[in-house]
C-alpha cells in the first residue's frame, strides 16, 4: 500500500515517495513559492513536476 501525497502547489495525488523538497540554497524561491501559493509550505513539499516548472521558471527570472 503506498500512501498518496497531495501536491499543494498543483494539487495531483503522486506516490508518496516522489514527493521533492527545496533544499535550504534555494531560500529565494521558498519565498517567492511562499508568496504565490500562502499554503505552501517548505516542509509539505512538491511534486516533480512543481519543482521541474517553478525551477524552469525562476531560471527564467535570473535572464
Ligand atoms: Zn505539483
Redesign the pocket.
Known sequence: MVEKYR??????D?EGDLVVFLDHTKMEMENILKNKYPDWDKEKG??????D?FESWYDNLKK
Do not use: E, Q, R
Open positions: 501536491c499543494p502547489v498543483c494539487h495531483h503522486i512538491l511534486c516533480p513536476k512543481c519543482k516548472d
